[in-house]
C-alpha cells in the first residue's frame, strides 16, 4: 500500500471515529436490551456490531486497490444479511416463547443512539467520497438511524398498550431493512466490479 493521500486520511479519520462510536452503541445498546428484554434494542445491538465490522474493513480498505474496496462492501453486504437473519431467529423466539419489553428504557436508548448515528451519517457524508466501501458505510449509518426512529416509536406503543408485539415487530422490520441494505451493498460491489 502507497502512502495515503490527504483524502485517504480524511477516510480513516472518519470510519475510525465511526467504528468508536459504533462499537460504543454496540455496548450500550446491548445492555439495554437486555435490562428491557427488547428485540428491537438487540436488533439495535447486534446491527451496531455488524456496522463495527464493517467500519474496519473499510477503514483498512482506505488507500487501497479497488478490488479490496470492492472485497470490503462485499463483506460488508454479507454480514448484513448474516445478522438479518440472526435478528429473525430471535424475534421468532420472543413471539413464540415471550417476551416483556420496557417501553421507557427502549425509547430512552432509541434517542441517544439516534442522535450518535447521526453524527456518525453527517461525518461520512462530509467526507465526499463516492467509492464503494464508503457507499457501504453511507447505508449502513442511514439504516441505522431509520431502526432508531422505529425502536422509539416501539418504545411508545409498548407503554401504551401494555403488549410486547410493537417491540417484536420493530425488531423484526430493523432485520429486513438490514438485509435490504445488504443487498443493496451487494449489488453496488457487483455493479463496481463491472465497471472495473
Known amino acids: 500500500m502507497t502512502s495515503l493521500s490527504k ?19 454496540f455496548v450500550g445498546l446491548g445492555i439495554g436490551g437486555l435490562v428491557a428484554d427488547s428485540s428491537a434494542l438487540i436488533a439495535n445491538a447486534a446491527d451496531n ?6 467500519y474496519l474493513l473499510s477503514f483498512l480498505a482506505v488507500g487501497r486497490a479497488v478490488h479490496w474496496k470492492r472485497r470490503a462492501a462485499r463483506t460488508s453486504g454479507i454480514l448484513l444479511l448474516l445478522f ?17 419489553p420496557f417501553g421507557p428504557t427502549m425509547m430512552a436508548m432509541a434517542v441517544v443512539a439516534a442522535v450518535i448515528n447521526l453524527i456518525c451519517l ?10 464503494v466501501h464508503m457507499r457501504a458505510a453511507e447505508t449502513f449509518s442511514f439504516n441505522d438511524f431509520a431502526s432508531n426512529g422505529g ?28 438485509a435490504k441494505g445488504g443487498l443493496e451493498i451487494l449489488e453496488d460491489a457487483k455493479a463496481t466490479s463491472e465497471e472495473t
Do not use: K, Y
Open 49 to 54: 456490531a455488524s456496522d463495527s465490522v464493517v
Open 151 to 178: 425502536i422509539l416509536i416501539a418504545g411508545g406503543l409498548v407503554m401504551w398498550l401494555h403488549q410486547p408485539w410493537p417491540d417484536l415487530v420493530v425488531g423484526a422490520i430493523v432485520a429486513l431493512i438490514a
Open 84 to 100: 438479518a437473519v440472526g435478528v429473525l431467529v430471535d424475534t421468532g423466539r420472543r413471539w413464540l416463547f415471550g417476551a416483556e
Open 122 to 131: 453527517v461525518l461520512i457524508q462530509r467526507a465526499q467520497s463516492d467509492e
Open 7 to 25: 483524502d485517504d486520511q480524511a477516510q480513516r479519520r472518519t470510519l475510525l471515529i465511526v467504528l468508536v462510536l459504533n462499537a460504543l452503541l
